[in-house]
């Protein structure tokens, strides 16, 4: 079964940092680009990320610039998407999924996570 499970989530105080890991089975993540998505309450799935197959090449949205960085490891078949300077604005579900190359488009991505919350709240 193809899957892919974020973790890592969790409540973190404004200015805090968290690490979510994407966790791939079922599957080589080797050759495929992870895009990171989150969705705020009552707002629209927004795209934040993403990093080629072999790691060589990541963009970010505006909103995250200079405070995420994303990374993987494909000998655990997991990516990982560091989060620094954390603000309220970043409290949303975020969402991992697999694409053939890195977008921030989603028709490409075919296969998504379940989804981890991130509350940034003091």
């Known amino acids: 079964q193809l899957q892919l499970v974020e973790s890592g989530g969790g409540l973190v105080q404004p200015g805090g940092s968290l690490r979510l890991s994407c966790a791939a089975s079922g599957f080589t993540l080797d050759y495929y680009a992870i895009g990171w998505f989150r969705q705020a309450p009552g707002k629209e799935r927004e795209a934040i990320s993403c990093?080629?197959?072999?790691?060589?090449?990541?963009n970010y949205a505006d909103s995250v610039k200079g405070r995420f960085a994303l990374s993987r490891d494909n000998a655990k078949n997991t990516a990982y998407l560091r989060m620094n300077s954390l603000n309220g604005e970043d409290t949303a579900v975020y969402y991992c999924?697999?694409?053939?190359?890195?977008?921030?488009?989603?028709?490409?991505?075919?296969?998504w996570g379940q989804g981890t919350q991130v509350t940034v709240s003091s």
């Open positions: 990093i080629n197959s072999n790691g060589g090449s990541t």
């Open positions: 999924a697999r694409a053939p190359f890195c977008t921030r488009r989603e028709g490409p991505y075919n296969t």
